[in-house]
């Protein structure tokens, strides 16, 4: 009927199906390698599994277990109504999966998931939701919790202006697991997202288009640069973890595209002794912020090495002097303000006779 072998921790687990009336033999017995001791047999009933429709889930909300030995599923069913979404979170320890069936579309969470689902132009009435356990023997204790969607939870979600802040909270203990924020980028812009939230708790971002696409997400903080388009921020908890409030801030600035003059030019040569104007230009134009000019000199034989570094305000046209003859270059970095992100240039190059 079954058969198996104890592992590395002398344990095993069998399962069968009995009938009733019938009388079933369990023999013990040592392998080839193994050595001789004692052991301890156990026989548990189990349930039988359940079938659809199940049990009525109270207040769209349930707390129960199975086990992979003597309670393999069990099966719950709510009224959904068509047209309308719903939230549904599952959490489980050690991990039990849940499965949504509905006119031939199956929905499948894994322990400490979530979904949204809403009924179609055929749907709405009574839906089942089934949790079967995973292979483990141990009580693997649930909840599932499923209510009718917020404005936060569906669509492109709550409008925020860059350079302002959200407050908001997640409760994953419940079905309040996800939170959606849209905001529009007119121009190329570098997007910095930031998210505040008390400690103990994993809250993550997840950014994407208005189409659906992935940008970036999976942490606390984003930083991407952006093309103009309508952008959606999702902010997430796992299902089951701890809850609290936190803070999701927006803020753009311009890309930029920086570069360097001497004397008006991309490239000069002067003689020993005379000084150059050093100039870094910003477009689009930027207010406000400071720039970086690195000067490097060339050896020969070694190649190029640091000389010098300047810090100026943006729009400061700085004299400089080379102190030898030979071969320079000056690189600049702006290094970007409230409204205007980085950018570094190119090499402009300068050779002293």
């Not at 890309?255 to 001497?262: E, H, I, Q």
């Not at 702006?334 to 050779?351: D, E, K, M, N, T």
Request: net charge positive; hydrophobic share 35%; with cysteine.
């Amino acid at each position: 009927v079954a058969c198996g072998r104890t592992d590395s921790k002398g344990r095993a687990l069998l399962a069968f199906d009995a009938t009733r009336g019938t009388r079933s033999f369990v023999v013990v017995g040592e392998q080839r390698t193994s050595s001789p001791g004692a052991f301890r047999l156990r026989a548990q009933p189990a349930e039988p599994a359940e079938h659809a429709p199940g049990h009525a889930m109270r207040r769209g909300s349930v707390r129960d277990s199975v086990n992979g030995l003597t309670d393999v599923n069990d099966i719950w069913w709510t009224r959904l109504h068509r047209g309308i979404t719903y939230r549904i979170a599952f959490s489980s320890t050690p991990c039990a999966t849940a499965s949504l069936r509905a006119r031939g579309r199956v929905v499948r969470l894994a322990c400490g998931a979530h979904t949204a689902f809403t009924p179609g132009r055929d749907g709405g009435g009574r839906y089942s939701i089934e949790v079967r356990a995973g292979s483990s023997p141990r009580p693997q204790r649930y909840r599932l919790r499923i209510a009718k969607a917020g404005p936060d939870d569906v669509g492109i979600g709550v409008g925020l202006r860059p350079g302002s802040s959200a407050r908001g909270s997640l409760a994953p203990g419940g079905v309040d697991v996800l939170d959606l924020y849209h905001f529009d980028v007119q121009r190329p812009s570098e997007a910095r997202l930031r998210l505040t939230q008390a400690p103990g708790r994993s809250f993550t971002l997840t950014l994407l288009t208005d189409t659906g696409g992935r940008v970036d997400g999976g942490s606390a903080q984003i930083r991407r640069r952006l093309g103009p388009g309508r952008y959606v921020v999702a902010v997430q908890a796992v299902a089951g973890t701890p809850g609290g409030r936190y803070r999701l801030s927006v803020r753009l600035r311009d890309l930029t595209s920086t570069s360097v003059l001497v004397s008006g030019r991309s490239s000069t040569e002067v003689r020993r002794g005379s000084s150059v104007a050093l100039r870094c230009v910003v477009t689009p134009a930027a207010s406000g912020g400071r720039v970086e000019l690195e000067i490097d000199r060339f050896d020969p034989l070694t190649g190029w090495h640091f000389h010098r570094l300047v810090r100026a305000p943006l729009g400061t046209t700085v004299s400089w002097r080379p102190p030898a003859a030979g071969r320079w270059r000056v690189r600049a970095r702006y290094l970007g303000s409230s409204r205007s992100a980085p950018s570094r240039s190119g090499y402009a190059q300068i050779v002293v006779i």
